[in-house]
């Protein structure tokens, strides 16, 4: 590799910001540097560069974009990650830098389901109790202190490492990490006896399995609905980010 070898950055932490990487890092005279928040353990780490870690905010990741000389930037983190996707918007308009993000296609209601949205995973919490008693939680590790005030419910929690806050009185936490197909979940959520699940609106095969366990087994599912994050130029998938990052690369060398 070159000096000169064009740049890009991948904010990542999802499978299609993996799946970007390796089929960027395929490609001789390209650096392929991958940006994870570090909040797992031990998280899957991506083929090519990765760095750890916040920015600092948009007007850091601008200044790290210009000293990386970074050409493009895929933003390719989770739905919900509302505030890197925000840094990410503001410091491609300020550098210049073509932004473009990747948005999993949101989980979709079929025949048979019953979901009630919430809006935050504050509105999920207030449902809760007149849904049923014992409820699957599956929103990840940060934001469980919303349902910890529910005392008189009893929640299976399951996360990537262990809660760090403060978890509601009955619970039983698994750590685990998909994907998850529907079948073990359908026995998981037999197993505890679930009422209600909680989900937020990921997207995505490698954790769907649930919805159509609770489909099966006729469970509430409170869907927590996407935030809506600042606009940028979008695909759906690591495949169609490859060709946009490869007509980006080959306009700045002609220009
Ligand atoms: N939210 C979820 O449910 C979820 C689920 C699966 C995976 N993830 C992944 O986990 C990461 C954190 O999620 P979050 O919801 O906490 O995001 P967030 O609210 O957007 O992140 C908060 C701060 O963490 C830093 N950060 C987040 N993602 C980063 C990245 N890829 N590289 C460098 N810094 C990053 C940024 O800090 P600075 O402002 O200091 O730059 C950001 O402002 C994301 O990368 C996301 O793809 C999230």
Redesign the pocket.
Known sequence: MTAAAPAVLI????SE?RSLASRLAARPGLRVI???????RDPALPAGEV????????G??AAWLAAQHISAVVD????????????AAAAAGRTGVPLLRVVRPPWLPGDGDAWHPAASLAEAATMLPGLGDRVFLT??R?GLATFASLRQLWFLIRCVDPPAGPVPPQCQVILARGPYDAGAERALMRRHRIGVLVT?N?GGELTAGKLSAARDLGIAVVMVTRPVLAAAPECSCAEDAESWLLRQLHRSAGA
């Open positions: 904010l990542g932490g999802t910001a991958s940006s994870l928040a570090g909040r797992v760095r750890i870690g916040g920015f600092g905010g948009a850091n990741l390719a983190t989770h739905p919900f990650a509302e505030g890197i996707s925000a840094s929103t990840g940060q937020k990921s």
